[in-house]
T-cell receptor, first 114, second 113 residues
Framework: QKEVEQNSGPLSVPEGAIASLNCTYSDRVSQSFFWYRQYSGKSPELIMSIYSNGDKEDGRFTAQLNKASQYVSLLIRDSQPSDSATYLCAVIIGSGGSNYKLTFGKGTLLTVNP | NAGVMQNPRHLVRRRGQEARLRCSPMKGHSHVYWYRQLPEEGLKFMVYLQKENIIDESGMPKERFSAEFPKEGPSILRIQQVVRGDSAAYFC???????????FGQGTRLTVV
């Protein structure tokens, strides 16, 4: 099982719709989870962090975490064409152990159509 | 407050030369990660460092690659005797403490000719 897996996409949604991005992780003791956005040719940009079970909202973005299911998701409401990018799920793997790394999924390419 | 600074932004090296990539973390950050990204691929973890310590280097190739983060100055990723397969974007990210958010620099695009 890969350490961090994302639905492969690409995902295409119309402008104004809700985009739903999903991620699962393998390390049961992970405590820190992040979503990054990466535009083509640019560096990753942090958009959300979540550490506790439940929902966390920031503007049009909502991150959801379920540690029992080892699942984290990102919802983007009222999607805009400017949201078109690759979304990367990241998890700190091995927290508290000797191996410790911020590990990324392969990303999901989102296209928002005007 | 300046962000994570990487230099150079673009680096061209001939096969067999050394490439030295620099990363200055955000002010107050003492943790640095290095990643490699090939076109259309994900971010591959290379190494995680704190000041003067390598915490996890499980993603570093065994040969030719090394990293350091001295007490003073930037973190350095060194690639000796570069080969064409080393051509990629190399990103660093910094964070203030463990288990918290990491912020990326703009990356160094290495091209080996």
């Amino acid at each position: 099982q890969k350490e961090v897996e994302q639905n492969s996409g690409p995902l295409s949604v119309p402008e104004g719709a809700i985009a739903s991005l999903n991620c699962t992780y393998s390390d049961r003791v992970s405590q820190s989870f992040f979503w990054y956005r990466q535009y083509s040719g640019k560096s990753p940009e942090l958009i959300m962090s979540i550490y506790s079970n439940g929902d966390k909202e920031d503007g049009r973005f909502t991150a959801q975490l379920n540690k029992a299911s080892q699942y984290v998701s990102l919802l983007i409401r009222d999607s805009q064409p400017s949201d078109s990018a690759t979304y990367l799920c990241a998890v700190i793997i091995g927290s508290g152990g000797s191996n410790y790394k911020l590990t990324f999924g392969k990303g999901t390419l989102l296209t928002v159509n005007p | 407050n300046a962000g994570v600074m990487q230099n150079p932004r673009h680096l061209v090296r001939r096969r067999g030369q050394e490439a030295r990539l620099r990363c200055s973390p955000m002010k107050g950050h003492s943790h640095v990660y290095w990643y490699r990204q090939l076109p259309e691929e994900g971010l591959k973890f290379m190494v995680y460092l704190q000041k003067e310590n390598i915490i996890d280097e499980s993603g570093m190739p065994k040969e030719r690659f090394s990293a350091e983060f001295p007490k003073e100055g930037p973190s350095i990723l060194r690639i000796q005797q570069v080969v064409r397969g080393d051509s990629a974007a190399y990103f660093c990210a910094s964070s203030p403490i463990r288990d918290t958010e990491a912020f990326f620099g703009q990356g160094t695009r290495l091209t080996v000719v």
